[in-house]
Nanobody, 118 residues
Framework: QVQLVESGGGLVQPGGSLTLSCATSGVTFRWYSMGWYRQTPGKEREWVASILPPGTSTTYVDSVKGRFTISRDSADNTVYLQMNSMKAEDTAVYYC???????????WGQGTQVTVSS
């Protein structure tokens, strides 16, 4: 059974930092591209960042470049999103995604709420 479990969300003040984790199980982690997405009520889910296996290629949406860092650890099959200099507009539910580009298998986590507010 495939599982993606996000954690690390919460309330943070503007300018603060937060690190999200996404622990995977039931997939061969090294075969999957990993991504973070976010969604606010009434809006489409937005892609935030991606990392390809084995972890040397990363891409980001312009609004988070220089502030967020995506990384992956093959030892514990986990992907991370380090978020710095956070802004109110970063407030959203953040989702983790695992995608196998060859087989097209595609899995999502349940999401974790991030709120940036003073």
């Amino acid at each position: 059974q495939v599982q993606l479990v996000e954690s690390g969300g919460g309330l943070v003040q503007p300018g603060g930092s937060l690190t999200l984790s996404c622990a995977t199980s039931g997939v061969t982690f090294r075969w999957y591209s990993m991504g973070w997405y976010r969604q606010t009520p009434g809006k489409e889910r937005e892609w935030v960042a991606s990392i390809l296996p084995p972890g040397t290629s990363t891409t980001y949406v312009d609004s988070v470049k220089g502030r967020f860092t995506i990384s992956r650890d093959s030892a514990d099959n986990t992907v991370y999103l380090q978020m710095n200099s956070m802004k109110a507009e970063d407030t959203a539910v953040y989702y983790c995604r695992a995608r196998n580009e060859l087989s097209k298998e595609d899995y999502w986590g349940q999401g974790t709420q991030v709120t940036v507010s003073s």
